[in-house]
């Protein structure tokens, strides 16, 4: 899934989980039971570190979304909701960190998470269902908007603070 999926997400969770190590592991796994839903990515095996552009729009545009959420409800000053929200999506982050670290960094001892996440998708890596279309991925739009639910839901009417 694209990373801005991830990223709402996770803070989605962190927004609403108040314990900091129930976020972290519920995050990464949260991340695995998305990717089994069917979706396309904008990289894949083929994919150069020239490509790498697409991970930057990608992780700008949910900064964007973010700063517009925070802009729009004041009450996430919150110090301990906001941090959870950023263990939320680093641990969201993480597996797909691990990817890179594995293909790009040399991190060859990764190559167990890599298999193990390649696994979980739903169409094999190079399918034509696994391209980055509108239609391939209805599931990242859907996942977003109901993390931005939960978000905004949660910042602007806090039920454990
Ligand atoms: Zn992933």
Redesign the pocket.
């Known amino acids: ?1 694209i990373l801005t999926t ?1 990223i709402l997400s996770g803070a989605a969770l962190g927004a609403n989980v108040e314990n900091p190590w129930a976020v972290a592991v519920l995050s990464v796994v949260l ?2 039971v ?2 089994t839903l069917p979706h396309g ?1 904008y990289l894949n095996r083929k994919s150069s570190i020239l490509e790498f552009w697409k991970v930057l729009v990608d992780i700008a545009i949910s900064i964007l979304i973010l700063i517009g959420i925070v802009n729009c409800c004041r009450q996430m000053s919150d110090p301990i909701t906001t941090r959870n929200i950023f263990i939320g999506i680093f641990f969201s982050l993480l ?2 960190g691990t ?1 890179f670290m594995y293909c790009h960094l040399g991190m060859k001892f990764l190559k167990p998470v890599k298999k193990f ?1 390649e696994y ?2 739903f169409y094999k890596n190079g399918a034509p269902q696994r391209q980055f279309s509108l239609r391939n991925n209805l599931f990242d739009i859907l996942v977003s908007l109901i993390s931005l639910m939960f978000l905004v839901s949660q910042i602007s009417f806090p039920v454990f603070h």
Do not use: W
């Open positions: 899934m991830h991340h695995f998305l990717d990515d597996p797909d990817t996440h979980l998708h």
